[in-house]
Nanobody, 120 residues
């Protein structure tokens, strides 16, 4: 099972920026995860998609973060980033890194989550 490790969360005031990173714990994986992305879960709410990026670097964003967040990927490596600008209090959540990959069937890999807190 692929382990994903996130870093970069923290506390920031509204309008500020944070950058999240996520990498597969095994840097010697012999495949490039098809789709990697970020999800978030606020207290008392369901987990929601924030942004995804494919191995071909095609990106997708939730409407709520378009124009403020940018997802990127390190070449074909299993390392992704989320640059978050103009943060709002409603961005406060635990952010999870996800990997979605097809072998014999689609598999999902998750990180442990990193807290992002935006104060007004």
């Amino acid at each position: 099972q692929v382990q994903l490790v996130e870093s970069g969360g923290g506390k920031v005031q509204a309008g500020g920026s944070l950058r999240l990173s996520c990498a597969a714990s095994d840097s010697n994986l012999d495949f490039s995860i098809n789709i990697m992305g970020w999800y978030r879960q606020a207290l008392g709410k369901q987990r929601e998609l924030v942004a995804t990026i494919t191995s071909a670097h095609t990106t997708k964003y939730a409407d709520s973060v378009k124009g403020r967040f940018t997802i990127s990927r390190d070449g074909i490596k299993n390392t992704i980033y989320l640059q978050m600008n103009s943060l709002k209090p409603e961005d406060t959540a635990v952010y999870y890194c996800n990997g979605h990959h097809f072998k014999l069937d689609w598999e999902d890999y998750w990180g442990q989550g990193t807290q992002v807190t935006v104060s007004s």
